[in-house]
């Protein structure tokens, strides 16, 4: 990738926006201007309007249908949502940006719709895909991608179209470490190259610092709380930040470690025997798996992106069905239920084991929140006061209950994740598998889920969780599981 793009200049004069069918602005009253070629890092608590900005700077938004908007937002003196092609775009959820079959043809995709010449266009695919650092052939399927892998590609996407505005909504949340690092050099080299104007949102405060030459900062109420340059703005209002869930960097967590993980004497609640994983018959990621989950603890499982974490996480919830060996569920688990946990109905599966996706719109079923929350419970066919009460407890205690009527597609990132989380807590199954459960949570949100987990392990349930999280591994590893290596395709046996 090489040469200065023209920079863009961004102003917000009094910009506010509501979805449509709610009472609260989502984000009121913001005015900011950001001068062609800053570089600006975005932070704020989950739900309080950095990923609406962002989606209003690229022109995707979506109409009158959509929402209400009141003031002015503005790229280089124009509406934004007439300057579309000058802002690339990373949405917070990768998989809403994955439009082609073909890692290449998706890079390749927003060059195309801005006339690129077509021996440019592969250029920078090229040079784009090797920035990020997925170095995968060009004919390989996007299906076939990790969570993590289809973000670096949608980054890829963004940077070959070399926009005068690169906007990134939490590209770093579901990477390995070595990929974080990767895709922040990454994303340096662009900018040092192009001199784009640049605004990121993240959580992680201390990621992007170095980068970085201003710290704007939302409260939950959507309105501006703090904006200059970033050691000033965490200096001065350090405590004011802290409230706000802002992951200030070096503050401690109220969460003590879980300690130094072991063996555990309990009896393993499910065992895998010899397994072999993959997401279609014959294309193999793992194999010959042998694993334990002992009753009543909490067991980590990290490895890096690609290496079969998610895919492992939905064959031991009874989701995805093993390509051999087998999952032995204990006979307290299995409840009087033969076979293995993949071979029981969805409404056995209810109050034995409860999933959480790595993408949480792939759960959503119904219209609001509370009727999402309670379509595990009227599966189970508990009484209609039982219900109600559940949903409103778990609600309140995952800060959802605000939004109760609120169309799920329509909640943050973070919010969506409490949701599901919500959604399997709700029928108290006796084992939860949680596949990046802290994604998009801010610091209090993420202090309070953390506390709910450990409660939950306490009163004798088993936890599972997929994650990248060190803080999250510090204070829920009990025990450890880590798949070395990347994904590999062969035969099952």
Known sequence: MTGAVAPARVEARGWAWRHAGRKRWAIEGVDLRIVEGERVLLVGPSGSGKSTLLQALAGVHGGEEEGEESGTLLIDGRPAAEARGRAGLV??????????????????????????????IWKRVRGALDDVGLRLPLDHPTSALSGGQKQRLALAGALAMRPGLLLLDEPTANLDPDGVEEVVAAVHRVLDRTHATFVVVEHRVDVWLHLVTRLVVLGR????????VPARVLAEHRDELLAAGVWVPGAPLPVASAGTPGRSTAEPVLTAE????????????????????????????????????STLALTLGGLLEPLAGRVRPSA???????????????????????????????????????????????????????????????????????????????LS???????????????????????????????????????????????????????????????????????????????AR
């Open 91 to 120: 949405l917070q959820d990768p998989d809403a940006q994955v439009i082609l079959a073909r890692v290449g043809d998706d890079v390749a995709f927003g060059c195309e719709n801005l006339g690129v010449p077509r021996d440019e």
């Open 332 to 410: 307290a688990l299995a409840g009087g239920l033969r076979h293995d946990p993949v071979r029981w109905r969805s409404r056995d599966l209810l109050t034995r084991i409860g999933t959480v996706f790595q993408e949480p719109e792939h759960q959503f079923v119904a219209s609001t929140v509370r009727r999402e929350v309670a379509v595990g419970p009227r599966a189970a066919r508990l009484a209609s006061g039982e219900i109600e009460r559940r949903v409103d407890e778990v609600l309140a205690r995952l800060r959802l209950d605000h939004l109760a009527a609120a169309n799920p597609f329509t």
């Open 221 to 228: 109420d959507g309105r501006l709380v703090a904006d200059g």
């Open 413 to 491: 990132g973070g919010e969506q994740r409490r949701l599901t989380v919500a959604s399997v807590l709700v029928t108290r199954p006796q084992l939860i598998i949680l596949d990046e459960p802290t994604f998009g949570q801010d610091r209090v949100t993420w202090t309070e889920l953390v506390t709910l987990l450990r409660e939950l392990v306490d009163d004798g349930v088993t936890l599972l969780s997929v994650t990248h999280d060190t803080a999250y591994r510090d204070a829920l590893g009990e025990h450890h599981l880590e798949l070395r290596g990347h994904q590999r395709v062969g035969s």
């Open 274 to 309: 010899a397994l072999a994983i993959g997401r279609r018959r014959g294309a193999v990621v793992r194999e010959d798996l042998h694993l334990a989950l002992p009753a009543g603890t909490s067991t980590v499982l990290t490895g890096a992106n690609g290496s079969g974490k």
